[in-house]
């Protein structure tokens, strides 16, 4: 993941902000689709009286024929957001980054649905956990600055 070829794009923090808005309807139709489908597991659950981490549970749920079409959704919109050069990597969460080369390395510019832009980057290893502030560029082997 943390080679040049697997990205399609590089982007500045202005070009993921301006990117942004086109995003916003797509990862809260996500959010509503894993709303869906947890609630899909919880009713078949319930009316086959399983719990909902049951193995048999997913004969239920295929007899419902309802969650094909949403893990379809589901597939469907991370398939857009990723065709604009950016990468879902907590679709339930609704995070995406925007791959930056930064000091001859490739980080992620972070963005978390319900944020109003980009305001974090990470390295690619450090993921969700190691979110920095887009001015803290502090590392163990580097002073420098986020543009």
């Not at 869906?36 to 009713?43: A, F, H, N, W």
């Not at 078949?44 to 009286?49: K, N």
């Not at 980057?121 to 969700?128: K, V």
Request: glycine share 8%; with cysteine; aromatic share 8%.
């Amino acid at each position: 993941m943390g080679s040049a070829q697997t990205f399609t794009r590089f982007f500045t923090v202005e070009e993921a902000n301006a990117l942004i808005p086109s995003l916003r309807p797509k990862l809260e139709e996500l959010l509503a689709t894993f709303k869906q489908i947890r609630s899909e597991i919880e009713t078949a659950a319930s009316q086959a009286g399983l719990a909902p981490g049951s193995p048999d549970l997913a004969r239920h749920l295929e007899s419902r024929a309802v969650a094909p079409g949403l893990f379809d959704r589901v597939k469907r919109l991370i398939a857009e957001v990723h065709a604009k050069g950016c990468l879902v990597n907590g679709p339930e969460a609704g995070l995406v980054d925007f791959p930056c080369l930064f000091n001859n390395e490739i980080v992620f510019l972070c963005w978390k649905f319900g944020e109003p832009r980009v305001g974090y980057w990470h390295r690619i290893p450090d993921g969700f956990a190691g979110r920095r502030p887009l001015l803290d560029v502090s590392g163990p082997e580097e002073e420098a600055r986020v543009h």
